[in-house]
């Protein structure tokens, strides 16, 4: 059974930054495409960023492109997401995913944490 377990989260003013962490157990997700998707109270879960397996192809929602960078360090079995000049739209739960595919207008994950809470205090 594969767990992905989230930390980093908290309460930081409009400005600021977060780092998020993503560490995986039970099994490696070293050879598989991750990723954070975010979700805001009454919105949906949307996608945030996705990292390829060896880290040289990322992805980001246009809204945070140049404010927040994936990493991901595989002998730590872990994935990063460091979020800088944080807005106060940014407030939402954030999850890791694990095993994304590409689908186009969505993506299939196989794997979700149980999220981390990021709020943006303006």
């Known amino acids: 059974q594969v767990m992905l377990v989230e930390s980093g989260g908290g309460l930081v003013q409009a400005g600021g930054s977060l780092r998020l962490s993503c560490t995986t157990s039970?099994?490696?997700?070293?050879?598989?495409?991750m990723g954070w998707f975010r979700q805001a109270p009454g919105k949906d879960r949307e996608f945030v960023a996705s990292?390829?397996?060896?880290?040289?192809?990322?992805n980001y929602q246009d809204s945070v492109k140049g404010r927040f960078t994936i990493a991901r360090d595989n002998a730590k079995n872990t994935v990063y997401l460091q979020m800088n000049s944080l807005k106060s739209e940014d407030t939402a739960v954030y999850y890791c995913?694990?095993?994304?595919?590409?689908?186009?207008?969505?993506?299939?994950?196989?794997?979700w944490g149980q999220g981390t809470q990021v709020t943006v205090s303006s």
């Open positions: 995913a694990g095993g994304l595919v590409n689908q186009g207008r969505s993506w299939h994950v196989d794997y």
């Open positions: 990292i390829s397996w060896n880290g040289d192809i990322t």
């Open positions: 039970g099994r490696t997700l070293s050879t598989e495409r």
